[in-house]
C-alpha cells in the first residue's frame, strides 16, 4: 500500500492565523481524502481532493476556510484559515481508489491557543 | 438519517480471550465495509475489508461478519494480545468512494 506522509505532525497556533497541511504519497494516486478527527471522535470527511479539478466539500466545510490545492498526483495541501479553538483537532489525509480500503497518513496534530 | 455507528463505545478483555467488536448500518446500498485499528498517536490502519455479496471473510486472527439482513457487521479478534489496544473504528464505503465511519470503539486488553 502507499505510504503517506504529513507535515508537520504536530503544532500549536495563534487564534487568527491560518496553517498549512502538507500530504505527500511515495506513488501516483487519483482520489486523495482529507479528514477531520475532534478529539475523541471519529473521523469526519472534510474534502476529496482529485489533481485537476476543483476539491469537493462536504456538508457545513468550506473552501473559504479549508483551502485545498493538488498541483500533482503526489501531494496535497489544506490549509485551515483563521483558526479559532474549534479548529483544535487531528487533520488526516487518505489515498484510496473506489471500492478499495483508503490507506491513511498519521496525521496532523493541531492546537490553537 | 443514514449512519454507521457501533454498539458499545470501550471494551475490556482479559489477555488471550476473544474479542468481538460490533458495527451496525442503515444504508442497504453500502456494498463495501472495512474495519480499521487506530493507535494513539496514529492514523487508522486498514484491518480487513467485506464486501456486500460476502457474509464472512477471515484474516490473520481477525474475522469479519456481515449480516445483511440486520444491517449488522462484527470484527473479531482471537486470541486478543496487548498490541491489539486501539480504537476500531468501522467504515461504510458507498458506491462513489464516500466513505463513512462509525463512533469508533476503545478495545482495552488486560494482562
Known amino acids: 500500500s502507499a505510504v503517506i506522509s504529513q507535515k508537520p505532525s504536530r503544532d500549536i497556533c495563534q487564534r487568527g492565523t491560518s496553517l498549512t497541511i502538507q500530504c505527500q504519497v511515495d506513488?501516483?494516486?487519483?482520489?486523495m481524502f482529507w479528514y477531520r478527527q475532534q478529539p475523541g471522535q471519529s473521523l469526519t470527511l472534510i474534502a476529496t481532493?482529485?489533481?485537476?479539478?476543483?476539491?469537493?466539500?462536504e456538508s457545513g466545510f468550506v473552501i473559504d476556510k479549508f483551502p485545498i490545492s493538488r498541483p500533482n498526483l503526489t501531494f496535497s495541501t489544506l490549509t485551515v484559515s483563521n483558526m479559532s479553538p474549534e479548529d483544535s483537532s487531528i487533520y488526516l489525509c487518505?489515498?484510496?481508489?473506489?471500492?478499495?480500503?483508503?490507506?491513511f497518513g498519521d496525521g496532523t496534530r493541531l492546537s490553537i491557543l | 438519517g443514514e449512519s454507521v455507528g457501533l454498539h458499545l463505545p470501550t471494551l475490556s478483555v482479559q489477555e488471550g480471550d476473544n474479542s468481538i467488536i460490533n458495527c451496525a448500518y442503515s444504508n442497504s446500498a453500502s456494498d463495501y465495509f472495512i474495519w480499521y485499528k487506530q493507535e494513539s498517536g496514529k492514523g487508522p490502519q486498514f484491518i480487513i475489508d467485506?464486501?456486500?455479496?460476502?457474509d464472512k471473510r477471515q484474516g490473520q486472527r481477525v474475522t469479519v461478519l456481515l449480516n445483511k439482513t440486520v444491517k449488522h457487521l462484527s470484527l473479531q479478534i482471537a486470541a486478543t494480545q496487548p498490541g491489539d489496544s486501539a480504537v476500531y473504528f468501522c467504515?461504510?464505503?458507498?458506491?462513489?468512494?464516500?466513505?463513512?465511519f462509525g463512533a469508533g470503539t476503545r478495545l482495552t486488553v488486560k494482562p
Open positions: 481532493a482529485n489533481q485537476g479539478s476543483e476539491a469537493t466539500y
Open positions: 487518505s489515498v484510496g481508489q473506489g471500492g478499495e480500503p483508503q490507506h
Open positions: 467485506i464486501r456486500s455479496n460476502m
Open positions: 467504515a461504510e464505503n458507498k458506491v462513489n468512494n464516500d466513505m463513512r
Open positions: 506513488s501516483q494516486v487519483t482520489m
